[in-house]
C-alpha cells in the first residue's frame, strides 16, 4: 500500500513546519502517513513541542502521526544533504508517495534538500508563500487566506 510521506525541517520559527503541513492538508489533501523532521542543531528542544502539535493535528484529521525525528547541523551542507536524500531514497524505493516541504528551513538547508529532490524525483515540493510577514506567528487559519499562497513548486515550475 502506497503510504504519504511528507519531509519538513525546522527554521527560525516553528509556526511555519506547523502551518505548510496544515495548509498541505487543507490545500491539497495530503494528510500523511508519515512525516519526518529534520532537527537543526539548536532546535532539538523546540522539536519536542513541534512533535507534539504535528501529531495534534494529524489526528484532528484522522491519523495520529508520530513524527521521525532526525538531526541535523546546517552548517555541514554534505552530511544534511546525504541525510535529506537518504530518507527521499528509502521511501521513494518502498514505492511511496514524497512531499518535501521547503518553507521552514534556512537557506543552506533547503538548497540541499531542492537538489536531492530534483534527483530523486520527489512527487511534491510544497512552498508556503506569506505576502505580509506581520502575522506569520499565528497559526494557519488566523492568518488571512487573502495572503498566503500554498504551491506545489514541482507542479507549478517543474512540469
Known sequence: MVERVYITM??????????SLWAAICCKG???DRVYLFVTRGREREAGELARWIRLLTE?????????LIAIDEGDFTSSGKKITSVMEQERGGGNE???D??????AIISSALLS???KQVDHVYYLYL?????????????PFHLQHFVDLKEEVWK
Open 98 to 100: 514524497v512531499a518535501i
Open 117 to 119: 529532490a530534483w534527483q
Open 102 to 107: 521547503i518553507t521552514p528551513g534556512r537557506k
Open 30 to 32: 495530503f494528510v500523511p
Open 131 to 143: 505576502e505580509d510577514m506581520r502575522k506569520s506567528n499565528n497559526p494557519y487559519p488566523m492568518i
Open 10 to 19: 525546522t527554521g527560525i520559527s516553528r509556526w511555519p513546519v506547523l502551518n
Open 60 to 68: 484532528s484529521y484522522g491519523r495520529a502521526v508520530e513524527p521521525v
